[in-house]
């Protein structure tokens, strides 16, 4: 049993990581388009993590005898101009996914509503991740170079990567 309160944050939680599923999908179709294999399967990738993501909170949701409420996905905003540039949006909207998982942390400490807490540990972990992850890339965008040879090596890592990505969990699996 959580709290009502617990309730509503989580559902705009999975609100949330339902716009970041529909963002990086959004990102790999325009990476497509300007002919970057890599970073589109990359970025698709990223959409199936999200989407795992969104299901294990409403998974959560169910086991705790608690209501999914589904609401509206923004649409995702027009990619912006350029590899590096794409990368540091991604990166901020990470941060801001961070700073909402905190803030749910802390909601789940006040009432001392332990399962809640326990649960969210794997995306704090998760975020951590997550964070390095994109911080990587665009260290090395800058070190090799976002155009040229040096973003079509990164492009070709970044397809290599994505192979290995999402093989962890079945959509809906618990953490
Ligand atoms: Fe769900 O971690 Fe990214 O947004």
């Known amino acids: 049993m959580i709290s009502e309160a617990m309730c509503t944050r989580m559902n705009e939680q999975i609100n949330r990581e339902l716009y970041s599923a529909y963002l990086y999908l959004s990102l790999s179709a325009h990476a497509e388009r300007i002919n970057l294999k890599g970073t ?16 294990k909170m409403y998974r959560y949701l169910l086991d705790q005898d608690a209501a999914v409420e589904l609401t509206a ?3 995702p905003p027009a990619a912006p101009e350029g590899v590096m540039a794409v990368f ?10 961070t700073a909402a998982i905190n803030d749910l942390v802390d909601l ?21 991740e997550e964070e390095a992850t994109v911080n990587d890339i665009i260290g090395r965008l800058r070190l090799f170079g976002d155009q040229g040879q040096g973003l079509l090596m990164i492009d070709n890592e970044l397809g290599a990567t994505a192979k290995t990505m999402g093989q962890t969990a079945a959509p809906g699996a618990g953490a």
Do not use: C, P, Y
Request: glycine share 2%; hydrophobic share 50%.
């Open 40 to 55: 589109a399967a990359w970025f698709m990738a990223k959409h199936g993590e999200e989407m795992v993501h969104a299901l």
């Open 73 to 75: 996905v923004a649409a």
């Open 88 to 97: 540091e949006e991604t990166l901020a909207h990470e941060r801001s996914v």
């Open 108 to 128: 789940a400490l006040s009432e001392k509503d332990h399962a809640t807490n326990i649960f969210l540990h794997w995306f704090v972990t998760e975020q951590i």
